[in-house]
């Protein structure tokens, strides 16, 4: 796949030291993670401040007592009178596992003696949480976010004849509650957000003139594919499936032997709900639509062994034969494509297109034959190590008034 999509999926070399830079370096149990919006990556930033024993019971209990924090605190939004209103624990992570001014070749080096993995899930079932997430919220955390709701809301020509009703799952959950307990936000307004139809047309229709490479998705974090979040073919990523057979997430903490208490991500209801969800909404669309949308995240389906025909099926209309034919014929793997499951038939390991076997014994023997990357994995340990405890001592009793 790699090598017959090289334009697209090959990241400039300065693309490429940019999202290094991104990941989440966990230097004490050689792990690189690739976060991506929709998919996890909450539960995942969360597990890290777990497994790294970084500490913020200073800042929760700050927040709990709702007393005043007179210092300076980039880690902590602040409301009006001084008091915690959020904890940036993603920011907190970032802070701790970011790679400073290392050495680029170094770093990628190390990767050869780290774990470096990335978590996918169906690109349909994520671009209706992204679109719920994203375009249903009237106060989404992006100003760009915000941008996209209101570029949807002027493509209407007679915004009275718009029938949207605000999706009654979302609308009983605990935070539209409190929007709506604390007048933050209205019904009508809840009513006036972008239709899924309408969301999918401002994307096929902003989608229709560019590229298709990760630099042309630069500003869409939440609704890009996969391969312009990570650089899948540069790295060698563990692919863990949020939607695979079994837990696959279960069985991958596990077999890192990290401890960890719970493991469930963050989607409402399980990845059958998730699915099911996801189908309703795209019975809204053309199967034409759809057709389009699966063109664009196209190359995601077949990284991944994904399948379209769900959701096309769920949809409204016709295709033609011909289109058909096309879909059948691009949605398939590619030939030379074995997909290598280690681990109970769990985990697909992806090396340039290539399947790459890893065992811990494989590993052990190549860290044995790289002193220089060993060497430079123990000074980032404690290096990290210091941060971590650094970080450790901020959240005391002095920050409180």
């Given at each position: 796949?790699?090598?017959?999509?090289?334009?697209?999926?090959?990241?400039?070399?300065?693309?490429?030291?940019?999202?290094?830079?991104?990941?989440?370096?966990?230097?004490?149990?050689?792990?690189?993670?690739?976060?991506?919006?929709?998919?996890?990556?909450?539960?995942?930033?969360?597990?890290?401040?777990?497994?790294?024993?970084?500490?913020?019971?200073?800042?929760?209990?700050?927040?709990?007592?709702?007393?005043?924090?007179?210092?300076?605190?980039?880690?902590?939004?602040?409301?009006?009178?001084?008091?915690?209103?959020?904890?940036?624990?993603?920011?907190?992570?970032?802070?701790?596992?970011?790679?400073?001014?290392?050495?680029?070749?170094?770093?990628?080096?190390?990767?050869?003696?780290?774990?470096?993995?990335?978590?996918?899930?169906?690109?349909?079932?994520?671009?209706?949480?992204?679109?719920?997430?994203?375009?249903?919220?009237?106060?989404p955390l992006l100003k760009y976010h915000k941008t996209v709701q209101n570029e949807i809301k002027k493509r209407r020509t007679k915004p009275k004849e718009i029938k949207f009703v605000f999706p009654n799952h979302l609308l009983i959950s605990e935070k539209y509650q409190i929007l709506l307990r604390r007048k933050m936000t209205t019904m009508e307004e809840l009513n006036s957000q972008p239709s899924f139809q309408e969301f999918v047309s401002w994307l096929l229709d902003t989608r229709s003139n560019k590229s298709g490479t990760?630099?042309?998705?630069?500003?869409?974090?939440?609704?890009?594919?996969?391969?312009?979040?990570?650089?899948?073919?540069?790295?060698?990523?563990?692919?863990?499936?949020?939607?695979?057979?079994?837990?696959?997430?279960?069985?991958?903490?596990?077999?890192?032997?990290?401890?960890?208490?719970?493991?469930?991500?963050?989607?409402?209801?399980?990845?059958?709900?998730?699915?099911?969800?996801?189908?309703?909404?795209?019975?809204?669309?053309?199967?034409?639509?759809?057709?389009?949308?699966?063109?664009?995240?196209?190359?995601?389906?077949?990284?991944?062994?994904?399948?379209?025909?769900?959701?096309?099926?769920?949809?409204?209309?016709?295709?033609?034969?011909?289109?058909?034919?096309?879909?059948?014929?691009?949605?398939?793997?590619?030939?030379?494509?074995?997909?290598?499951?280690?681990?109970?038939?769990?985990?697909?390991?992806?090396?340039?297109?290539?399947?790459?076997?890893?065992?811990?014994?494989?590993?052990?023997?190549?860290?044995?034959?790289?002193?220089?990357?060993?060497?430079?994995?123990?000074?980032?340990?404690?290096?990290?190590?210091?941060?971590?405890?650094?970080?450790?001592?901020?959240?005391?009793?002095?920050?409180?008034?």
């Amino acid at each position: 796949v790699c090598e017959h999509n090289k334009l697209k999926l090959m990241w400039p070399q300065n693309g490429f030291r940019r999202n290094m830079k991104t990941h989440i370096w966990d230097f004490t149990h050689g792990l690189a993670y690739c976060p991506i919006a929709k998919v996890a990556s909450t539960t995942w930033f969360l597990n890290f401040l777990n497994i790294m024993n970084i500490n913020i019971n200073g800042f929760e209990s700050m927040q709990e007592s709702r007393k005043i924090v007179t210092e300076e605190e980039s880690f902590v939004k602040k409301g009006k009178r001084g008091k915690i209103s959020k904890i940036n624990f993603r920011g907190i992570v970032r802070n701790i596992t970011a790679p400073d001014n290392w050495n680029f070749k170094e770093l990628t080096k190390v990767l050869e003696v780290m774990t470096p993995f990335m978590i996918v899930r169906h690109p349909f079932s994520r671009l209706v949480s992204a679109y719920e997430d994203k375009m249903l919220n009237p106060k989404p955390l992006l100003k760009y976010h915000k941008t996209v709701q209101n570029e949807i809301k002027k493509r209407r020509t007679k915004p009275k004849e718009i029938k949207f009703v605000f999706p009654n799952h979302l609308l009983i959950s605990e935070k539209y509650q409190i929007l709506l307990r604390r007048k933050m936000t209205t019904m009508e307004e809840l009513n006036s957000q972008p239709s899924f139809q309408e969301f999918v047309s401002w994307l096929l229709d902003t989608r229709s003139n560019k590229s298709g490479t990760e630099e042309s998705w630069k500003n869409v974090k939440a609704f890009s594919p996969f391969f312009s979040a990570c650089p899948v073919c540069q790295v060698d990523y563990s692919v863990i499936k949020l939607d695979g057979e079994g837990n696959e997430m279960d069985s991958w903490i596990r077999y890192l032997g990290l401890n960890l208490t719970s493991t469930e991500a963050h989607t409402e209801g399980g990845a059958q709900s998730s699915t099911n969800r996801a189908l309703d909404y795209f019975s809204q669309l053309t199967k034409e639509q759809v057709l389009e949308l699966y063109n664009i995240y196209k190359l995601d389906f077949i990284l991944f062994s994904y399948k379209p025909d769900i959701f096309i099926n769920a949809a409204k209309g016709h295709l033609t034969d011909d289109k058909m034919a096309s879909l059948r014929t691009s949605s398939q793997p590619a030939t030379h494509q074995s997909i290598n499951q280690n681990f109970g038939s769990i985990f697909q390991i992806f090396n340039f297109g290539k399947p790459k076997k890893i065992t811990k014994t494989s590993t052990q023997k190549d860290n044995i034959k790289d002193k220089k990357s060993l060497d430079f994995l123990n000074r980032a340990k404690l290096k990290q190590k210091l941060k971590i405890e650094n970080f450790n001592k901020r959240g005391s009793p002095s920050m409180i008034s």
